[in-house]
């Protein structure tokens, strides 16, 4: 179905796997518009609680595919980004249902964009994370503007940013960035533990959260007590509500369908 | 004077203790209500100058109480949220003197969001904070998605939110949640050294930070660089700015009286 | 040229000295217009690619003359924030040139405020940064209102700027507020590591990213991927991109010329 990506679905968890690599997974343009068809079906799919977004080989994604692009005379990076990526980071953002990164490898550039983006950053200790994009002279972008200084303080994502410095999964953790970090051998169970939680969980009342948050990056108290009124209302109705109060009641586990 | 909590004010400390330890200090309808009653009593009363919020018996506050609210057929999230949790929470973020959360024992749910709406949190580091409210299929409120990202960050806040999983004492200031953690036998000692303060300072000037702060966390550069201009303006015509050059010119301690 | 300064640009640094070394470098009326010229100037000038910002003698900056402002009795705060501070703050943060802080003593108050309007601040581990305001019953200004919630998070920032505590320069790294502390008798070295990579930098692409970060403290994830589209779109017409994917396809170092 997919010529530059794999996506797979087993026991409510989708797995989108980038899959070029002999580039490092480096994005083209068939990559970015397969990631953007991904997800909509991800979003669209009841059996899909849970995404994990991961790279074949040895890196997660390298980033702008460069050789690609500097074949293209006419190319733009407004039309680039307007297309390609930014469609992309909206489209991860909006999925109502939580992204684990599972960051097998390096993760450069727009693949670093790729990285914040996620929900949840598993990091194998090995690899790292870089905002190559200073080294040929551009900008961050595909939202690493907006996601760094919201994951590490204004003063470390300049550094970041400017200097493209190259963060390991144990630093990672310690500023925020990755949820955890995990020896490359380990990486698997690592992510297990979170897509067992996720794949179970009241994915209606998590999607909620991931857009309170979205919303609360640039909101007041507010407006944040007013959107929490109007999402829990939402939550208050669904299935998982009534059986997580229901399990609470009855001292049981619940069982949470989703909706 | 109140049922379900306890109000007391000595040399300008006033304790607001939650007062149903029998069922860990739930929220029924009316103890939000004397709560919003007793935070209009100490923003009014002058010899208030520092409020400690804390909890009787083995917990600080297990959030909603969700059996009186089954009772309740025609309980509206909406109604609850307007009525009791959202005023309470602006009354925090709005009382000009300083709000020091006593942790000693669980904040769950609504009770967590109490203790991060709190200026200053100290911990016992035996007890947890948890966003409770993902377990029984609900969206975290009270101003836990404003608070929860501005303090551990986008990725943290959306992994505690949505797993509702328990932050201790000590990881709780490694987070940045919290402002210090200590054993429970040295709880009220580490407590007092922030009163001791804040009943002394200039809680006047203090006042008018807590408002900054408030406005920095949705506001730009210019905006705040007006509103510091502003509150200064404010700051300096207080009998405490006076003392405090005074005293400073005449290398003594300042003696504030919170004007 | 300057008299409370020194300006010295070398091999594209321009070194701006607070000199009052006899007063802790504390900021009268005439030194804060003379840092407003000279910021204006290292804007202008293309061979300065990088700003360093440091004191002469002790310390950094002990802030406001309050011994100066003490013998002016028609000495309004509204006027001084207008006039010397808020545009000094202002200037800072849009110098499209990375401005290193070079923390060689106790920066206070004011002096605080431009240790946190810097893009990278170095600390010698010996010497503090403190909110002091408080201690004359004043509120932060000068900026510190919105950055230090952006560095520290809410609640820390909430306590730094009430209690007017000293934070050392380890403490100042493990909290997000410095990039990098060091034994004074390698601040030199330390600062020297940042210039380095400074002057040969893609200085256009930091400029950029620069008023990016500035823009993201309060912006929306849609206003973000449409500005780092305009920028991008600049960045990628410089010298300096052309010649970064050059190297980059010929597999040798960048030569970057900061435009």
Do not use: W
């Not at 953007?36 to 991800?42: G, I, N, S, W, Y």
């Not at 949820?179 to 179970?200: F, G, H, I, Q, R």
């Amino acid at each position: 179905m997919y010529e530059f990506i794999k996506y797979d679905t087993q026991e409510g968890v989708t797995t989108i796997t980038l899959n070029r690599p002999e580039v490092y997974n480096a994005l083209n343009d068939e990559i970015t518009y397969e990631l953007q068809d991904a997800l909509k079906k991800a979003a669209k799919e009841d059996e899909t609680r849970v995404v994990v977004f991961t790279g074949e080989g040895k890196a997660f994604c390298s980033g702008q595919d460069l050789k690609a692009a500097v074949g293209d005379q006419k190319r733009s990076f407004s039309a680039s980004l307007e297309k390609r990526y930014n469609p992309l980071i909206s489209l991860m953002r909006n999925l109502p249902k939580p992204i684990i990164c599972r960051l097998n490898g390096v993760a450069a550039g727009a693949g670093c964009s790729l990285a914040l983006a996620s929900d949840i950053l598993v990091m194998a200790e090995e690899t790292f994370l870089v905002e190559v994009f200073v080294n040929i002279g551009l900008v961050m972008d595909s939202g690493s503007s907006y996601f760094l200084p919201r994951l590490v303080g204004s003063s470390k994502a300049f550094e970041l940013a400017t200097m493209g410095g190259r963060v390991y999964g144990k630093e990672a953790v310690e500023l925020g960035i990755a949820n955890k970090s995990t020896p490359m051998a380990e990486l698997d169970d690592a992510v297990k533990v979170y897509t067992d939680y996720y794949k179970n969980a009241p994915t209606k009342a998590i999607g909620l959260m991931k857009k309170m948050l979205n919303k609360s990056g640039n909101s007041d108290l507010k407006a944040m007590l007013e959107y929490e009124k109007y999402c829990q209302e939402i939550a208050g109705t669904s299935h998982d509500y009534k059986e997580g109060v229901d399990a609470f009641l009855e001292k049981r586990k619940a069982k949470f369908i989703g909706r």
